[in-house]
């Protein structure tokens, strides 16, 4: 099978960006696999790029190389890097992205992107995605060891992740994201609501809005009703049936979440 490369990008369609770090990667290993995840991560949100990139990475085979470019501080001192975690390398800023990766899958390796001959002659000040992160991403997938990419990183930026906790008899969590059909994804995942319900009924708070009911299915819900399931992550959702749940209940990251138990 060939070497697999799946980008995740704040870059967006409309530009030609997406396009070009895919050139410079093919002009250096012509036989990879190229696999789009994402170039949606809005603008600069680091941590929609690495919540993202957690809920995804471990679907694809082992050894597929993750190039990751949300870099708000393209051309700063913060650091490129590669990493080696879970069976899989990952190319990214050192800027927290890799973060729930990190999470999950502790790094084996990381080393700082530092020599010049895996890069491109000239580097942008404002465009490493393609001059830095593509090359050493299309060489990895060329069959060189991540460490000849550079000098051993130490410790990498980390993101505070909103973890859910409970005090007493509510669990508390938020809104992570507003995915494209409008579904309200929490922290709270099924093991932490489980083992915090134990069989007992709940009641469900979003900000000030009582959740109808807890479903299986979009489609158990009536139209314009505010529910809860878990979703294909196995966190805890807000959504409405054919319904944007972010817009109709004005309702966004950050949102909290009380679940109280009866």
């Known amino acids: 099978m060939s070497p697999i490369i799946a980008l995740l990008s704040d870059f967006g369609s409309q530009d030609h960006y997406a396009g070009t770090i895919k050139g410079v990667i093919l002009a250096i290993s012509p036989d990879v696999t190229l696999v789009d995840i994402t170039h949606e991560i ?46 899989f390398r990952f190319v990214a800023p050192d800027n927290g992205v890799l973060t729930a990766v990190f999470r999950d899958d502790p790094p084996r390796k990381v080393v700082e992107l530092t020599e010049r001959r895996y890069a491109r002659p000239t580097v942008s000040r404002t465009f490493e995605g393609r001059d830095r992160f593509a090359p050493a991403a299309a060489w990895l997938a060329r069959g060189i060891q991540l460490s000849a990419l550079g000098r051993p990183a130490g410790i990498c930026h980390q993101l505070a ?17 507003t995915d494209r059909f409008g579904n309200l994804v929490s922290n709270i995942d099924r093991r932490t609501f489980e083992a915090f319900a134990h069989g007992r009924p709940v009641r469900i708070l979003a900000g000030e809005y ?10 158990e819900m009536e139209r ?39």
């Open 161 to 177: 992740l909103p973890v859910p906790h409970v005090a007493e008899d509510v669990l508390t969590g938020e809104v992570l994201i």
């Open 210 to 219: 009582p959740v109808a009911r807890l479903v299986s299915t979009y489609t």
């Open 42 to 87: 809005p603008p600069h949100d680091v941590l929609s790029g690495a919540l993202q990139l957690g809920a995804t990475y471990r679907y694809f085979p082992a050894g597929t190389i993750f190039l990751v470019v949300v870099d708000p501080g393209v051309g700063s001192s913060r650091r490129g890097i590669a990493a080696e975690a879970g069976g």
């Open 224 to 262: 314009g009703e505010l529910c809860a399931l878990f979703g294909s992550s196995d966190n805890l959702e807000l959504s409405v049936n054919a319904g944007h749940a972010g817009q109709q209940f004005d309702m966004a990251r950050g949102t909290r979440i009380e679940v109280h138990r009866s």
